[in-house]
């Protein structure tokens, strides 16, 4: 059955991130010292909890953001533990936290492409209205899909199975006439099982999709 519709994942895939950058700038602009970063936002079990339910929309950005803040005062800073943490607005901290985002190049060519030659795109993503409203605004490709089923939006995320029908609603398509694209493997089992064609992207390696699009008869 010909391919009709490509469902791609943002992060890692449409387009790049990078959580160095933030972090950097929260140690440069606001004397946050990193392993106080990683220890509460980005490798801490009781903010993965909180980064989850903000992805799922049970969870506001402003309550994520008070909560995160209160993991840092909670975690302490290791080169100075009393030290009180800078006043930071949330206005500035989701400013800091949209700068990870960077474009992908060959994949908005990729996107061009597919979009010539007729193909319906879909956007799946996990992620929280932060972040989508500045990539919306920031990446002019994101403009060129026909639909975006974001997780903070619909109260689900990936792996969650019923993601997926959402996704497939939005492609107007049967699971054989689309293809999947995402960096995680994980995200990748259960569409597999719905017969959606898919593909595990490396940022690094992005010839080995098109030479997967080639032998799928997608290019």
């Known amino acids: 059955m010909k391919i009709k519709t490509g469902i791609f994942d943002l992060g890692k895939t449409v387009i790049d991130y990078d959580w160095d950058r933030a972090v950097r700038i929260l140690e ?8 106080r970063v990683y220890g509460t936002i980005l490798h801490n079990v009781a903010h993965e909890g909180l980064e989850g339910s903000l992805y799922n929309g049970n969870l506001s950005p402003n309550e994520f953001y008070r909560a995160s803040l209160a993991l840092f005062r ?3 800073d290791s080169r100075s533990p009393e030290a009180p943490l800078p006043h930071m607005g949330e206005e500035r901290f989701w400013e800091i936290f949209n700068t990870i985002f960077n474009p992908n190049p060959p994949m908005e060519k990729l996107i061009l492409r597919l979009k010539k030659r007729g193909y319906r795109l879909v956007l ?17 490709i994101i403009d060129r899909f026909d639909a975006i089923v974001a997780s903070h939006e619909v109260s689900l995320a990936k792996p969650n ?42 940022l690094e390696n992005h010839g080995a999709l098109l030479e997967w699009m080639a032998r799928e008869r997608i290019l």
């Open 161 to 202: 199975p019923a993601i997926y029908a959402l996704a497939l609603k939005a492609a107007r398509a049967k699971p054989e006439e689309c293809f999947f694209v995402d960096d995680l493997s994980w995200n990748l089992t259960y569409p597999q099982t719905l017969g959606i064609k898919t593909f595990c992207y490396d």
């Open 124 to 140: 799946l993503t996990n992620t929280c209205a932060p972040h989508l409203e500045f990539v919306k605004k920031t990446f002019r």
């Open 28 to 35: 440069r602009c606001h004397g946050i010292d990193p392993k």
């Open 74 to 76: 909670r975690q302490g």
